[in-house]
């Protein structure tokens, strides 16, 4: 385009859409005409004018195309010679419908025009191309269809520079957005799921609320001179990822059960429903779902009197003895006092006013008092229910201590237990949103 290159016999003309690059081209020795391929009329005009044409601008603009061909049709009549049209189309003509799944035996070559010419008119670009072929042999015009393949790499050259030509193909850029949207897809699906799981994994799990931990030095409603409902001074949701690793929940929610009216209720309903995890040692009901957890917790009480483990039976498989610091006296009956060296305790459920139902295997090692409502265990009842705060279930922390939490949740559905020695009110143990 320059005298370096091409002296300077004929005139080049280029169909601009932005006037501004026009005036760089022209700058170049180009006349540079201002509008696009929808100005059928222009196109016609200026095709007329000319020897011969490049059409490089869209592969599949039918119109446009059809607009050059009468322009050189025009100047076919007027002069008697035919001009030339070199148009590129693209390798998309040869794309087939395999999507990935596998190779094709058909390798298409220039030198084997006739395979070329059976592409079915169905294939891209194909409409434009067959329109040029039929012109070509209508003999006013001569046709060269030119197929480029991707073109990799960055353009280089004053073009470039000027801001007059892109310095990469269209393929390569979009193959790199479809890559890049890819992996954030991906990324969010994978976030996705991962967020739905620890929802599920939330939603099948209990939660320990904990309550009743307050600062070492601060007053509590009693010694402000308040009236003492119990000390609920501040609450801590701990879900799985930040209770001690010892501690297994549940597989899954434990619903609401049936108006139940002994201990026994109790134990079978969810023994034949499969939400008790181990290590409760009694044997499901026939077809009852079974836990894949091993659910257990160690501790040793600051109570211990005896070095005894209450563990023997259940065999854990995991978890570390350590203090529970229950630092009341239980008030309700069904409130476990914890007095054995390495108990094991089972999460059973978890209530937000920051008690926890578990339970525990009875030791036939032990016959010692485990609770208010049950003075002394029968050899036949191999586990024992109750509520404790949920603070029992997290490593102490310098500057904090426990104290009792108030119940509200934790109280509810009433279950009727044996409780000799207890009144007729002590005789009721509350449960609920098992």
Known sequence: MSDAYVPHTFGITILVRDPNKAK??????????????????????????????FACADADDLDAAKAILAGLKDRFDKTGTPPSLIHTSGTGVLVDDAGGMHSTPNIYSD??????ESLPPTQPHRNVDLTLVEADNQGYVK?????????????????VDLGLQNSHSQQIPALVKIAVGLVIWLLIRVQRKRAAAKREEIRGAAFLSVRGLVKEGAQTESEKGGVNYGLQPQSFGFSRER????????????????KLHTSSDVMNYHRQSGTFPKPFSFALSVGAPTGNRQSFMTHQSRFSVVSTSSSVDSNPTSGTARKVRQLFDPVLPDELLLMHLGEQLTLVQSFDD????VGRESSTLV???????????????????GVVPAWCFIRSAPGLRAERPIRSTSLG?????????????????SWSNF
């Open 24 to 53: 760089v081209y022209r700058t170049l020795g180009v006349k540079a005409v201002v509008g696009s391929n929808s100005d059928t009329a222009l196109l016609q005009q200026l095709a007329a004018d000319a020897e011969i044409v």
């Open 111 to 116: 030198l084997d025009i006739e395979k070329l």
């Open 143 to 159: 046709t060269y269809v030119v197929l480029p393949g991707t073109i990799y790499g960055l353009a280089t050259g004053p073009l």
């Open 243 to 258: 209770i001690d690793s010892s501690v297994v929940l549940p597989d899954k929610v434990l619903q609401s059960p049936p």
């Open 354 to 357: 920051g008690w926890c139902l």
């Open 367 to 385: 016959a010692s008092a485990k609770s208010l409502f049950k003075p002394n265990v029968a050899p036949e009842n191999d586990v024992e229910l």
């Open 413 to 429: 559905i009433t279950v009727q237990l044996n409780a000799p020695g207890f009144s007729s009110r002590d005789n009721v143990i």
